[in-house]
């Protein structure tokens, strides 16, 4: 079985290090020292988790995650905060404006962290599963209309179900891409 990718964005190579030692049993861990650094990785990879530290030099997590949420690998993968500043309402509601999933404040439980990553990948590949499953409902209707306009077929029942069929396809796909 593959295992889920985590992506772990801190400019703290210890941090870094200690999140990775708690989560490699269970995921194929990434590792990025910057925001941008992230956003690179993150336009040819993707992940089930985002762990992203709030508090780095030049692109703060919050940027950060404005940006992933702005890329198409990104757009609804989980991102878990982690600081160990700034444990105000005002800098939660930031965190959740600019695109976070959920905060870890620290010290960092490591069972905690391990739970946490477990059940948003959990959501991560159920998503992903919705996404591809509406990919082959697209394709087989695709296919369908394709033996129709072969055959020269006229069979309304069929061109009915075709459409209900694409309409449940367009139902699904807009539940699987909002986040």
Do not use: W
């Not at 030049?58 to 991102?79: H, K, N, S, W, Y």
Request: charged share 30%; hydrophobic share 40%.
């Amino acid at each position: 079985m593959v295992k889920p990718r985590v992506l772990i964005v801190d400019d703290h190579p210890a941090n870094r290090y200690a999140f990775e030692m708690v989560l490699e049993k269970d995921f194929e861990v990434s590792l990025a020292s910057s925001g941008k650094e992230a956003l690179e990785v993150c336009r040819t990879k993707e992940f089930a988790v985002i762990v992203l530290d709030v508090r780095m030099p030049e692109m703060d997590g919050f940027d950060t995650a404005e940006a992933l949420r702005q890329q198409e690998l990104t757009r609804v993968t989980p991102i878990v905060f982690t600081s160990a500043y700034d444990q105000t309402l005002a800098q939660m509601t930031r965190g959740y404006v600019s695109g976070a999933t959920d905060f870890l404040f620290s010290p960092v439980d490591p069972e905690l962290l391990r739970l946490k990553v477990s059940t948003y990948a959990q959501i991560h590949v159920r998503h992903e599963t919705l996404r591809r499953s509406v990919k082959q409902l697209n394709e087989e209707i695709r296919s369908l209309h394709a033996e129709l306009a072969r055959r020269g077929v006229a069979v309304t029942r069929v061109e009915a179900r075709l459409n209900h069929l694409e309409d449940a396809a367009r139902q699904l796909a807009e539940r699987a891409s909002t986040p």
